[in-house]
């Protein structure tokens, strides 16, 4: 129900029906506009653009079809880098709302940014920190590639210079290697899902040895295949060590940060993935050079042991006088050693009868009585000194309690008095004249009767 001034016109048809003002219908939808349209993205061309001295600014967003107020308030436009204007294209994130005032639907411009390279910048940074978040860019995740690869796979476009280049490149440094092309768009709608099927397929087959994934440079927008989600997922279950080979050494895509490893160029892939023939035979003849010198020494070492092992030789004769020396020898270091051996023996059993004369029953038995008699005096003398002590503390206990004993009390002279009830009299009040008491001395008792009280002094 509404409350209206005095002199209003009653806003209650006479059937009494609730009518709502403008202002509150107004209030109603932005606040259900704001409580149910999440934070947004929209994209589209800006006109009828103004920027008084408030600070704020005031625009259009339109497409070929519809257009929408917008309004971006001065705390967050200083945070813009361009200078938006008539025409151009943006990509806002905005929250949807509704101007009270004139009841128009508007969208209030949280962040603002050139469109094109602007979103894809974005998106590219959006990607890089999700996939390093999941550890695709781990070094520990990169495989290593094969020294002498047999088969090269390159996927790439097959009307590329890129492809033309690194084919060049292999032939010339490592014409040993099968390089077969598979050939896949490089660019436009629907590319990146070609090399990402190029690479499945080329891991599900494990035909080649190695695969070098790219193309030629361009703008960002010629190498955007390369940045997507789908390539860089294949990169990363490719069982397969893989090459990036994507536009020039300053480009860098997404591709080059998951492969297991990043070329500058095509043509520097092709040289990373074979090894120069020149140098290759170069190498093999200066390690054959070194197995022949090795044979060589070896050989004459080995003919060095055949001449000592020659000089070595004796007659038979000479060898068993030898052997025989040598028998004789041992027999009499083993008649030492038994003869040691018997001796030491003989130590070890005179040193047991000793030990064992030491620990005989008697010897126990009386050292076990010494140690009962010593225990005996030490219990002995503990017990009387216990006895004493307990004494002594009796006897104190003792005269404590007949210093605070009644009887020690009447001895200085004082009584106690008792009712006919066998109270203790503490009080006037507990008696009466004529009332027979019990008087207790310290040397008897006695009856006596009550004549007068005297109440106690103030």
């Not at 050139?114 to 890089?128: D, I, Q, V």
């Not at 076990?368 to 010593?374: C, D, F, H, K, M």
Request: glycine share 6%.
């Amino acid at each position: 129900m509404l409350n209206n001034p005095p002199g209003a016109p009653n806003p209650l048809p006479t059937d009494g029906r609730p009518v709502m003002t403008v202002s509150e219908l107004n209030r109603e939808v932005k606040q259900l506009l704001e409580g149910s349209v999440p934070l947004l993205w929209v994209g589209g061309e800006i006109s009828n653009f103004a920027a008084p001295s408030s600070g704020h600014w005031y625009f259009t967003l339109k497409d070929a079809r519809a257009q929408v107020r917008c309004a971006m308030f001065r705390g967050r436009n200083r945070n813009v880098r361009f200078q938006p204007g008539n025409g151009r294209e943006v990509l806002a994130r905005a929250r949807v709302s509704l101007y009270e005032g004139r009841g128009e639907f508007q969208l209030i411009i949280e962040h603002l940014e050139e469109a094109g390279f602007g979103a894809l910048m974005r998106r590219l940074e959006e990607l890089k920190a999700k996939l390093q978040a999941e550890g695709l860019f781990e070094l520990t995740r990169k495989k290593p590639l094969p020294f002498l690869p047999a088969t090269i796979g390159i996927i790439t476009s097959p009307t590329g210079a890129a492809v033309r280049d690194m084919i060049q490149v292999l032939g010339r440094r490592y014409p040993a290697a099968t390089v077969e092309l598979i050939p896949v768009a490089v660019q436009g709608q629907g590319a990146a899902q070609q090399i990402a099927n190029a690479i499945a397929l080329a891991g599900r087959l494990q035909r080649h040895d190695l695969l070098i994934v790219g193309r030629g440079g361009g703008s960002l927008e010629d190498l955007w295949a390369f940045n997507e989600e789908v390539v860089a997922r294949a990169l990363a279950a490719c069982p397969i060590p893989t090459i990036s080979a994507v536009g020039h050494e300053t480009d860098n895509t997404i591709a080059d940060l998951v492969a297991d490893v990043r070329a500058p160029t095509p043509s520097a892939a092709a040289e990373v993935a074979s090894a120069n023939a020149a140098t290759l035979l170069d190498t093999t003849a200066a390690i054959s050079r070194r197995l022949k010198r090795a044979m060589q020494q070896q050989l004459r070492h080995v003919g060095q042991r055949l001449q000592i092992t020659r000089n070595r030789l004796r007659h038979p004769r000479e060898q068993l006088h030898n052997r025989a020396q040598q028998l004789d020898h041992l027999e009499l270091r083993l008649k030492a050693a038994m003869d040691n051996q018997v001796e030491r023996r003989q130590q070890m059993l005179s040193s047991s009868l000793r030990g064992f004369a030491r620990v005989h029953p008697e010897q126990q038995i009386s050292a076990e009585r010494q140690r009962i008699a010593t225990a005996t005096q030490n219990l002995q003398r503990s017990c009387k000194e216990l006895i004493t002590r307990r004494h002594d503390r009796l006897q104190h206990a003792a005269a404590m309690l007949n210093n605070v004993s009644p009887l020690s009390v009447l001895q200085r002279g004082y009584a106690i008095s008792r009712n006919a009830d066998g109270e203790v009299i503490k009080s006037v009040q507990q008696v009466t004249p004529g009332e027979q008491v019990s008087v207790i001395l310290a040397s008897g008792e006695f009856e006596a009767t009550v004549d007068t009280i005297h109440p106690a002094r103030e």
